[in-house]
């Protein structure tokens, strides 16, 4: 059974490249036609591969609909957050989750510094969407005509003599952003605060979420928190690869925590 299932599933990474015709199936899977037939009416039967008038065989719209349902009741919080408490006790510092909703970038997960200096952000809380690192990667990501119609639109308070100042400066710093694949805010919100960012995707390659490390001055230097880009993406990437079922968890294996 276990075999026959394998066999089943192995169909549709082949058709995902393309239509497919019996004989192709077959060759991929290395059984006679017969055998291959058998398993693409069980999926045709679900679904899951549709058969067109050329008698080559295609991925179904089931499919496709259950792929958009499965994503849609992901919990982007609840399989990050094992890893940013991971990162927090690896660096001490305090960790961020944020999203873009609705024109505002909002922090939707927050692990505290282990240090008696606090920061004041919240979960929930729309973060200064013109100098925060995770907004920088949250809307770099966007297209270029939704970027420029958000930059024209925004205001641009300056928190501090480093705050972004305009909407064609915000522009740059986004392309700088989506070219590097990584962002920061130093002292842009508060002049004490340094702050760097990596991008979480999903499975089309879309930032879904950024995430980021944060440190006053008086504990550690912006040089020094820059040090700790290469794990701060790495957790990014780890978080990635969980999301979008590129590297999913062992069921033997649950997630664990810190």
């Known amino acids: 059974m ?4 394998d066999r089943a599933l192995s169909i549709l990474p082949l058709l995902a490249e393309g239509p497919a015709d019996l004989g192709q199936v077959a060759d991929r899977l290395g059984v006679h036609k017969s ?7 069980t999926l045709h039967e679900h679904g899951l591969v549709y058969r067109q008038s050329d008698q080559r065989y295609r991925l179904g719209a089931r499919l496709i609909a259950l792929a958009q349902e499965a994503m849609e009741n992901l919990d982007i919080r609840e399989i990050a957050h094992p890893h940013l408490a991971r990162l927090n006790e690896q660096c001490g510092h305090t960790v961020h989750l944020a ?10 997960d927050k692990v505290e510094s282990r240090y008696p200096v606090r920061m004041y952000s919240r979960i929930g809380k729309p973060v200064a969407i013109t100098v925060a690192a995770v907004a920088k990667l949250l809307l ?4 270029e005509h939704e970027r420029r119609a958000l930059a024209e639109k925004l205001d641009y ?5 480093r705050s972004t100042p305009n909407a064609p400066a915000f522009l740059r710093e986004l392309e700088k952003v989506r070219e590097q694949g990584w962002a920061t805010d130093l002292g842009g919100h508060e002049e004490s605060i340094n702050c760097v960012a990596a991008p979480i995707r999903g499975a089309d390659g879309r930032v879904v979420a950024a995430m980021s490390v944060s440190a006053p001055n008086v504990v550690v230097t912006a040089d020094e928190l820059l040090t700790l880009l290469p794990l701060v993406r790495r957790t990014a990437d780890g978080i990635s690869g ?3 079922g590129r590297n999913p968890v062992n069921p ?5 925590g810190p």
Do not use: F, H, K
Not at 35 to 40: E, I, K, P
Not at 140 to 143: S, V
């Open 2 to 5: 276990s075999q026959t299932v």
């Open 35 to 41: 055998t291959a037939l058998r398993l693409l009416r």
């Open 99 to 108: 999203v873009y909703e609705e024109d505002e970038v909002l922090y939707i």
């Open 140 to 143: 770099a990501d966007r297209p």
């Open 157 to 161: 308070p300056m928190y501090t003599a």
């Open 242 to 244: 969980e999301y979008s």
């Open 252 to 256: 033997a294996s649950p997630r664990q």
